[in-house]
């Protein structure tokens, strides 16, 4: 076994689970799972049948992954966040056959409490502020919050506000990278 897995954690059959990732208590890993390398999961995480997650995917604790979700590499998920799978649920109809796919491009945060409601794709290093309901597609590099989430701004691959100047462009105060505004969006130079 090259991860670490709390002795009250809970791993189900038939999961690939990488290299140096960590589950901590109390966490359960259902069936057929894919968990990349370097991965972290918290306390009190349930991660559901057929989920994957890329490499260095952060999970803090009280987080819910639920069937139909897939986190690339670097996400971020905060503490108590909220995926959904079903758009209209009920406790008498069974809609297992209807889960709706979500996707969490490489980089993205997502702050604790937001809610993210599924069928949508979070873009690349876009930031969900905490408590933001999220009903629509992210761009990437795009900050949203609120209820439902609006965006607001957009933020650098390190997660910082980025203020653009009159040509269109803007640096990171931490990376010193430069960004260009492009129609629909953004582009790191």
Excluded at 66 to 91: A, H, K
Aim: charged share 20%; proline share 3%; glycine share 10%.
């Amino acid at each position: 076994m090259d991860y670490f897995a709390h002795e009250t954690a809970v791993i189900d059959e038939n999961c690939k689970i990488g290299k140096d990732t960590k589950i901590w208590h109390f966490s359960h890993i259902m069936s057929n799972c894919k968990i990349g390398e370097r991965c972290n999961l918290g306390q009190n995480v349930v991660v559901s049948p057929n989920v994957v997650l890329g490499e260095n995917v952060k999970v803090q604790n009280n987080v819910s992954i639920y069937s139909g979700v897939t986190c690339e590499d670097d996400v971020f998920l905060g503490p108590s966040m909220v995926f959904t799978n079903v758009i209209n649920p009920r406790s008498a109809i069974i809609r297992r056959n209807k889960y709706l796919k979500t996707k969490v491009k490489k980089g993205a945060s997502i702050g604790a409490n937001a809610t993210i409601i599924c069928g949508i794709t979070i873009g690349e290093y876009a930031f969900i502020g905490a408590g933001s309901v999220v009903t629509k597609d992210v761009l990437p590099f795009a900050l949203v919050v609120g209820n439902p989430s609006k965006q607001i701004g957009w933020v650098s691959e390190y997660g910082h506000t980025l203020i653009f100047n009159d040509d269109g462009f803007a640096k990171c105060r931490e990376s010193k990278k430069y960004y260009k505004m492009v129609e629909g969006g953004i582009e790191k130079l």
